[in-house]
Nanobody, 129 residues
Framework: QVQLVESGGGMVQAGGSLRLSCAAS????????MGWFRQAPGMTLGSVVA????????YYSDSVKGRFTIARDNAKNTVYLQMNSLKPDDTAVYYC??????????????????????WGQGTQVTVSS
């Protein structure tokens, strides 16, 4: 089965940048949805969407829109999350995920965790003030 491995997390000061990487064990395709979700420390409710990419469509939660950018290199089976202007509230474990469902609507972007089939183990991002 597909395995996803995140990397690039770490500690950064507020205002800094990080780029997360997610490497897939199998080739990815543009119609697969690839997503980044995050869960803040101690939070047990639904996580926040940090970035989703499917085809030419992307989606971001309002809290990260304009600061985060998701990008894909399908030839390398890798998806990235570029995070700029980081804030302490961005501190969380970031999880890479994949949804291989071939949705009829090419513009559909799955935004709910249960829609995704594969998950990485997460990478910690800590933003200090």
């Amino acid at each position: 089965q597909v395995q996803l491995v995140e990397s690039g997390g770490g500690m950064v000061q507020a205002g800094g940048s990080l780029r997360l990487s997610c490497a897939a064990s199998e080739r990815t395709f543009s119609n697969y949805a690839m997503g980044w979700f995050r869960q803040a420390p101690g939070m047990t409710l639904g996580s926040v969407v940090a970035g989703i990419s499917r085809g030419s469509a992307t989606y971001y939660s309002d809290s990260v829109k304009g600061r985060f950018t998701i990008a894909r290199d399908n030839a390398k089976n890798t998806v990235y999350l570029q995070m700029n202007s980081l804030k302490p509230d961005d501190t969380a474990v970031y999880y890479c995920s994949a949804d291989t469902t071939q949705y009829p609507d090419a513009n559909y972007v799955p935004k709910i965790q249960r829609e995704y089939d594969y998950w990485g183990q997460g990478t910690q991002v800590t933003v200090s003030s």
